[in-house]
């Protein structure tokens, strides 16, 4: 006997989750999440919010109360490699390089022009209990912890659940025409046969998250990760330092999560009054300094992506699709934007606007976004290594030997030059981490769910770091502050809520007259105007649409509802009624009327 029926049923209720539901809210889809612990995640895991998962928490309404905790912009406007953090002599926590990260705290002009949200920093203990209390204000009774999904079978219309609540010690069933396994990959997967492929033991990792005052010795307020480089221990995964506030960011964090290397297969790493020797060795913690330890944490650096995205009704997101190192902070980001590239397709098919087809675009289009972070984040872990080369840092060397091979860093010898130019450049390299922007922002999709226009294909700049905006089909549309009867918006934000957005040149009313008649006639959400300087709709004060636009005055691009570009035409056109239908058609896999 099914118990329950609804929509969707999504299992987990982490970022990806959590985000699912506000989504899916959002849309006005009703859906049910379970989770199978009592809270949220308890680890301290991911921390750094890209400018786009920035932009899905701002549609769904939680980024004010995420910026509200989040580290101030001043906080993290760069990362820092220091010689350790404290010690014996004057060598340890000398500074040895800094680089801007992720948009310098919003002062890099590409960030800015970018979008009008900026990369935040707010670790996931803290997170996840906001993104919770929002989803349960947007879906009263529908988000259940506790609740552990144990079993499933899908057939033709839908999915059967069986669900244990813990708390009851009783199981009931979820009847549900799609299911969004966000479990980390613990479950769902194994229940329907998808397989996660690629390497498993890339690194191994502990985390001690504590309380402790390290302002004595933690510099530099602008420095948010702090990589402690400590010859005494090797070098570049020997410790990485991340505060965790919640009321003090920069040196002043009240807590801090302390990462360190250890070989796949060594036991010590499973004993915590050696991990916590280590800790304090690594640090250079003087005797009367006592952390308050909350929580240690063993982890192990995978690279693994599942064979699919979709299993009949069944999608996988976040962690239960893809998992890699954090080097980056892709994987709670991507998590993000992966339910909310599905979530617009689920609410269009639900509603009956859009056929099964465009549910097959959420593999189509996220798995080799997906897959392009993992083989960028592996590389951006590896790549720390090479600061250790350009030093001369090994763990097979002595600790006097490897403070050696400092000395000519502070002091003038013969090979200072060329070791300061190795290290400027080693870290100078590690922007492909640091300064992402087009792996973590500018990725395009590829599917049926975009109508090329025939345009040569883009060719990055720089695949890494830049990120160009363009309206060619395909890409994230560029972002434009524009006016409307006096107010000023984001372009990007006319698509919240759902919709689709036909974006025509000054003289474009033509499109416009024929998204409006299409939209009436589809009961399709879609918001049409033109955008110009002068006599628009949308008044481009700044020009920052004609700077990108990439069509004439005549010309038009249709945005999709989650800010990507579907469809362009550069010019007019002499039936542009037929050729937004064809559009519209081929990305909803439908016929329109
Ligand atoms: C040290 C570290 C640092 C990181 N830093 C970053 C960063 O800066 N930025 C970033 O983007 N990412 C980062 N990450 C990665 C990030 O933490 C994960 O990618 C993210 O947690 C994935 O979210 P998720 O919701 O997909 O999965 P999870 O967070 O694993 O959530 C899965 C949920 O499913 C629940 N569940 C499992 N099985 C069931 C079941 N059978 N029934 C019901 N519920 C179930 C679990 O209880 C849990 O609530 C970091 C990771 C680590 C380890």
């Known amino acids: 006997m099914t118990d329950i029926q ?61 910026y509200k905790r989040s580290t101030p912009a001043a906080n993290m406007r760069a990362n820092g490699w220091y010689a350790g953090l404290a010690g014996a002599h004057d060598g340890y926590g000398r500074k040895l390089g800094e ?34 209390e929002h989803a349960e ?37 979820v009847r549900s025409q799609y299911l969004i396994a966000a479990d980390g990959g613990r479950t769902v997967g194994k229940l329907v046969g998808v397989e996660m492929n690629g390497p498993r033991d890339i690194m191994k990792m502990v985390s001690i998250h504590m309380t402790a005052d390290l302002s004595p010795w933690a510099a530099d307020d602008d420095v948010l990760i702090r990589w402690l480089v400590n010859p005494d221990f090797g070098g570049s995964w020997s410790g990485v330092l991340v505060p965790m506030g919640p009321d003090h960011w920069g040196p002043e964090s009240e807590e ?63 962690d239960a699709a893809h998992r890699h190192p954090p080097t980056g ?24 606007r859009a056929g099964d087809g465009l549910l097959d675009t959420y593999e189509a289009e996220r798995k080799p976004v997906d897959k392009n972070n993992i083989d960028n984040a592996i590389a951006n872990a590896m790549n720390h290594f090479t600061i250790d080369k350009a030093l001369g840092l090994s763990p097979e060397k002595t ?3 490897n403070w050696a091979e400092l000395a000519p860093l502070w002091h003038e010898l013969p090979e200072s030059a060329a070791k300061r130019h190795a290290l400027n450049r080693a870290i100078g390299s590690q922007t492909m981490e640091f300064r992402h922007h087009n792996v973590e922002f500018g990725y395009r999709y590829d599917s049926t769910a975009i109508v090329s ?83 628009s709709d949308f008044i481009d004060v700044r020009c920052a649409w004609l700077k990108n636009r990439g069509i004439s005055s005549t010309g038009a691009v249709l945005v999709r509802p989650d800010r990507y570009v579907a469809f362009r035409s550069s010019d007019g056109v002499a039936d542009p009624h037929a050729a937004l239908e064809d559009a519209l058609s081929q990305v909803l896999s439908t016929e329109l009327r």
């Open 329 to 352: 902070g892709l994987g709670l980001t991507s998590a993000i934007h992966d339910v909310y590239n599905l979530s617009w397709k689920l609410a269009a098919v639900l509603a009956g």
């Open 6 to 66: 609804v929509p969707v049923l999504i299992v987990g209720g982490g970022g990806a989750g959590l985000t699912a539901s506000m989504s899916l809210s959002n849309l006005g889809v009703d859906s049910l999440l379970v989770s199978g612990l009592p809270g949220t995640s308890t680890l301290p895991k991911a921390h750094v919010l890209n400018q786009r998962a920035m932009e899905i928490f701002t549609e769904v309404g939680v980024a004010p109360e995420i």
């Open 256 to 318: 801090w999560v302390f990462h360190m290397q250890y070989a796949t297969d060594d036991p010590d790493a499973m004993q915590e009054e050696k991990v916590l020797a280590r800790m304090r060795a690594s640090l250079g913690l003087p005797p009367d300094l006592v952390p308050t330890v909350h929580r240690i944490s063993q982890w192990v650096m995978e690279g693994v992506i599942a064979d699919k995205f979709r299993q009949g009704r069944v999608f996988f997101a976040g």
């Open 453 to 535: 226009d025939g345009s040569p294909e883009y060719v990055p700049l720089d695949p890494v770091r830049l990120y160009e905006p363009s309206s060619q089909p395909g890409h994230p549309m560029p972002h434009a502050f524009v006016e409307r009867r006096g107010e000023r918006i984001p372009l990007g934000t006319l698509v919240h809520g759902g919709k689709f957005l036909l974006l025509a040149g000054e003289e474009g009313h033509a499109w416009v007259e024929a998204a409006n008649k299409i939209a009436a006639e589809n009961d399709l959400p879609l918001v049409a105007g033109t955008v110009g300087v002068l006599d």
């Open 99 to 132: 680089l801007e990260a992720w948009g310098g705290g919003y002062t890099d002009p590409d960030y800015v022009a970018a979008s009008p949200c900026r990369t935040c920093n707010l670790p996931q203990i803290r997170l996840e209990p906001v993104l919770k």
């Open 399 to 401: 600790p006097e030997e």
């Open 137 to 173: 204000k947007l879906n009263p009774g529908g988000i259940r912890f506790n609740h552990e999904l144990i079993d499933l079978v899908q057939d033709a219309d839908g999915v059967t659940a069986t669900v244990r609540d813990k708390d009851a010690d009783a199981t009931y069933q």
